[in-house]
């Protein structure tokens, strides 16, 4: 950082000096309190736990020796007990060691490592008759995951939390790409850049960029029955956990022995390795669910497109999307180009009513008059194609709830077997039935929710479905217990675009890689080739990059958004849409910058090809893309889609697309020109 000469004192300075000093005061008294201690396997990061003079809890993390996240505090203020904070003596430690490599059943990878030294640190606090507590530390080359374990006990036989102590002091200077916590629903708010010691309360993953260069994402793992974690700046650099609130009391109501739901740090050189990470995946518990072959990732099309350019309605009328005629139509588009799967929304009765704000109306069994149901399943299973349901709840929990095992059960009698479900609604009004059966509102993400929306996905399972969420509960890796959570939004998507209020921003995409899609896979509804919204609302997209968005947003169910009489204007661009893929062997990030650019290759796992997705901001840029990861010794095609010489996304050129081919081998490194707001797709075949 240059320092301005001047006499006036730099007031961000001098308060990150302050913080310093106190910081470095403060671990002064904890220097000699060092109770426990881990490195990872490869020596990269080491973790010490700590006890001061007066029992309180704390951690920090050092890599490479340099410290990480400074003297952080663990704990717990509960509403029904004293808080468990201070008073703690060590009880014992234990480090252990474990390595293995697990198969998914769809994935941006088909192997995954989870290799890590695991330290249990138990201590109580005899001062409250010998009251325990469990910290596990899981400690990998590449991030660190830890959680509180509650053992049973009669000191506390039932946990009301009224929120975590868990604190995360970072020690440098850092840059955030953050959205805000609790505000609108869906995490569909502009992700913002900002210096860290100026955020507020923030959703995860927050990524952040040290002055050193380190990358650092905070996140959480195997969120269940557990309320959201949030963080908020507590000062300068102290980020403190938040839980999201219950309407009806402490944030997290448990009995008995429980353990928390992992706090994650993704901890790398760089936005490259942030994304390669896997921790938050191998911190769940393996595939619950058995045999998942009935998982199919694919792509589709469907009627949704037409709805937000106002062509069509979900209600029923003379605009109804959701029409028997037009359904077949779609069916016979998927089969000619060959989709999977067909998306149907406006299907069935309700949505006359002001659903956004209450949903009570929402039958799930019952179609409009115009939509035969079982002739169109029945049509579109002899043309190799499936319907992917719909259910928009209207974050009407109740209501869903009582309807859910019936509208599942007609899916499976008819054969459809993915659904996508909505939950549109305003902050903090979802709806909620409590035990003496009231209803009330809350949070789609307070405990409550999260309930729900696990409840949604493995009633689904039993019914061989899998569950698409919009408006979801934030990813934290369940999709390894529970395979056939197959795919949620839980960002600004494409339909943004086509209202225009604002569109999303040219760098939008180049966030979303190390931002959003840390958490895992995200329905986005690339690929809209007219770069035109509602109204004629323009995409600050060229049409390159929404070729490249198919391998860049992962998602093992993708949806071909656009309209076929645009795919038909655009043949050569469709080619690359029919082609790739929607599940892999292998990911690498080759290139990234987080709101900048970014560059993923990614291997076909029913073949040998690759392809390539590349994505810049709203400057030109000309990335370097080495083809180390191509099977040395043999050749390959090249399928390359590109901005041309012209292409701008601020102007008519925003269409100029140029397509080639060339032989090349994993000696080769290609030059990637990205045009303003640009990207480049390539496909890679071995030559025959």
């Known amino acids: ?92 430690q234990k480090t252990s060691e474990h390595d293995d490599t697990w198969e998914q059943p769809w994935g941006e990878r088909r192997y995954v490592r989870n290799h890590y030294r695991e330290l249990r640190v138990d201590v109580e606090q005899k001062n409250r008759g010998g009251r325990g507590l469990t910290i596990v530390f899981r400690i990998y080359d590449d991030g660190v995951g830890f959680r509180y374990e509650f053992p049973s006990q009669p000191q506390l036989v039932d946990a009301a939390i009224l929120d975590e102590l868990t604190e995360f002091a970072v020690a440098q ?21 900002a210096p860290l010691a100026e955020i507020g309360t923030a959703n995860t993953p927050l990524t952040l960029r040290l002055a050193d260069g380190t990358h650092v994402a905070l996140h959480e793992a195997a969120l269940v029955d557990y309320a959201s974690m949030w963080v908020r700046k507590v000062e300068g650099q102290n980020l ?63 009627v949704w497109w037409s709805m937000h350019l106002q062509h069509t309605s979900w209600n029923a009328g003379p605009k109804h999307g959701a029409n028997t005629a037009n359904v077949k139509k779609y069916i016979d588009y998927a089969a000619q180009n060959g989709f999977r799967g067909v998306l149907v929304e406006g299907w069935n009765q309700g949505w006359e009513s002001d659903w956004g704000h209450g949903g009570a109306d929402f039958s799930f069994t019952k179609p409009y008059p115009d939509f035969d149901l079982p002739a169109l399943a029945a049509y579109a299973k002899e043309k190799g194609v499936r319907l992917i349901g719909h259910h928009e709840t209207g974050a009407n929990l109740p209501a869903y709830e009582k309807q859910m095992d019936a509208a599942y059960k007609l899916y499976a009698k008819l054969g459809v077997d993915s659904v996508k479900s909505g939950y549109v609604h305003e902050a903090g ?40 969420t919009h408006e979801p509960i934030k990813d934290t890796g369940l999709r390894r217990t529970y395979p056939n959570w197959i795919s949620r939004e839980g960002a600004r998507g494409v339909e943004y675009n086509a209202w225009g209020t604002p569109p999303n921003s040219v760098d939008h995409e180049a966030k979303l890689v190390f931002t959003r899609m840390l958490s895992g896979p995200m329905d986005y509804t690339p690929g809209i080739l007219s770069l035109v919204g509602a109204d004629g609302k323009v995409f600050n997209s060229t049409q390159a990059k ?59 796992r029913k073949s040998d090809d690759w392809y390539v997705g590349a994505v810049t901001d709203g400057e030109a840029r000309t990335l370097a893309l080495p083809l180390a990861f191509l099977d040395p010794g043999k050749q390959y095609v090249a399928e390359i889609y590109r901005d041309g010489n012209a292409a701008d996304y601020r102007n008519e050129h925003r269409f100029d697309l140029v397509t080639e081919t060339k032989t090349v081998t994993a000696k080769d490194v290609l030059q990637l020109k990205l045009a303003p707001g640009g990207g480049q797709a390539i496909r890679l075949s071995p030559q025959r």
């Open 429 to 468: 009004s979802m709806q909620f039935q409590g035990a003496d059966g009231r209803v009330h509102y809350g949070h789609y993400d307070s405990q409550e929710g999260v309930r729900h929306f696990l409840k949604a996905v493995t009633e689904a399972a039993r019914y061989k479905i899998a569950v698409d």
């Open 173 to 193: 200077p850092a840059t955030a790409w953050w959205i805000p916590a609790g505000e609108l629903p869906g995490l569909e708010e502009q992700i913002q850049k």
């Open 1 to 92: 950082m240059r320092v301005r000469p001047s006499f006036k004192p730099d007031s961000r300075l001098f308060s990150l000096a302050v913080a310093a000093a106190l910081s470095l005061a403060g671990q002064a008294a904890w220097a000699q309190a060092v109770v426990a201690s881990a490195v990872s396997p490869g020596d990269v990061l080491q973790v010490d736990v700590r006890i001061d003079g007066a029992g309180k809890l704390g951690y920090d993390i050092k890599r490479r020796g340099k410290e990480i996240i400074g003297l952080s505090r663990l704990g717990f203020n509960l509403a029904n007990a004293p808080k468990l904070d201070g008073g703690f003596s060590l009880r014992a």
């Open 240 to 302: 403190r956990a938040q839980l999201a609130p219950s309407s009806t009391g402490p944030a997290v109501v448990k009995h008995g022995a429980f353990t928390t739901p992992w706090r994650t740090l993704r901890i790398a050189d760089d936005a490259a390795g942030l994304y390669m990470s896997d921790l938050e995946l191998n911190l769940n518990e393996p595939n619950k669910l058995g045999d998942v072959s009935w998982v199919h990732p694919s792509k589709f099309v469907g």
């Open 546 to 604: 929404q070729l490249a968005n198919f391998v860049l947003i992962y998602s093992p169910i993708v949806m071909a958004a656009d309209l076929p009489e645009n795919y038909a204007k655009y043949p050569a661009a469709f080619k690359f849409i029919r082609d790739v893929p929607t599940d892999w062997a292998e990911t690498r990030v080759i290139n990234g910058a987080v709101g900048e650019y970014a560059s993923i290759a990614r291997k076909d």
